[in-house]
Each structure stands twice: as C-alpha cells, then as structure tokens.
C-alpha cells in the first residue's frame, strides 16, 4: 500500500490533467510533498485548492479559503465534484489511509497478476465502509479499486486503463505512475455502471 500511494500521487512531482463526462471538461493538478497530498480543481474561471495533511493518527482534508486552511467538512466528502463522478474523498484517495491494511489473496485485472488488498473505514466519515484495492504484483502500481457502503452494496469503481513511467528510482528500477483512470458510479441493487467520468493526466514536465 506505501508504494501504490506514492505512485498514485507522485513523490516529488506534479501531475496536471482533467476529469470529463458528458462532454464536461474538470481541470485538475495534483501535488505530493512528502507525506501531504494537494490537489486543485477549476470550474473555468478559478482554482479551488485543497490539501490532505496526514500523520501518524489520523488524515485531514483542509480547503484553502482566503489565503487560510480551514477543515473540509466532512459531510462533504462524498460530494461529487462539479457534477463528476469523482468526490472529494475520490480525488484525494483518502481511503489510501486507512490504517491496517489486510491482503486478501492474489487476482488478475485482465491480464496483470494483482494483490488484492481490504481497507476498512476506522470511522463514519465518507461514503465508503470497504475499500478493496487491487495493486499491480511487478510495478507497484493499483490497478483497480472499488468501494462498498455500510451494508456491502457497490458504490464506485476506480479501473486504470494507462500508466505512464516518470523515471528511476535510487535502485534504477522504473516508476510508473496513473495516466488515466475510469471512474465509474455503480447501481447499489446490481452493481451496473449508472455513469463514468474519465481522469487523465498528462506526462509531468
């Protein structure tokens, strides 16, 4: 799981890219400091700000307000952005996280042999109970993830269909990193897709 973070957001990168359903088009860019997780979205005439502050407690979602950090609520994590399929605790992969992490065995997402990771809410805030995250046996990479209610219905599925390498490590083993992602809102009754929205970001600079 520490290493599908670090690829997920990048270490000492950025990425810059958008979300789109619909014809609708979300600029957003990403950030990683060390620990801290920073991402802006634009609804086309100015960028809101927001920031994922993590130590070894707990995690916080800050918004920038007037120059200051103030707490995201937390009622409004699960709010989607701009009319995307992608919320808050989405964008930031919040669910990441969570403490105690537990390998479920080992599957395939199409043709790559994945972990298969389990993720449980340590408390009530959010839209998800459980989180499953499958995450790529050779590059580190999570490859799929999706994410259940209180009462196991699906809510959401997360399916990387790109990656891109963004260089070495100190060992000279290549980083990999997501370039896009499908994101798909599910039907709780049956799990179909009601809707999806497309993440993509373009190579860092």
Known sequence: MQGAKMLAALQQSDL???????????????????KNIQFQVSDGKAWS???????????KLLEMIDGKQKEFP????????????????DLALRFFYWKNPK?????????????????????????????YVWVHKKF???????????NGKPL??????????IGKDQAGNAIYTLKQMNVSTLQPENGRVASETKLLFQEPK
């Open 156 to 165: 959401k599925r997360f399916e990387v269909t790109d990656v891109m390498k």
């Open 103 to 131: 390998l479920e065995g080992e599957e395939n997402v199409g043709v790559h042999g994945c972990y298969k990771i389990r993720l449980d809410n340590p408390g009530v805030e959010g839209a998800y109970k459980v989180i």
């Open 74 to 89: 937390a009622k409004r994590l699960a709010e989607p952005i701009m009319g995307m399929d992608l919320t808050y605790e």
């Open 16 to 34: 810059e890219g958008s979300m789109s359903k619909k014809g609708l088009k979300v600029p957003v860019a990403l950030f990683m400091r060390g």
């Open 49 to 59: 700000a927001f920031h994922m502050q993590m130590n070894d407690k707990e995690c």
């Open 140 to 150: 580190g990479a999570f490859m799929k993830i999706e994410g259940f209610d209180k």
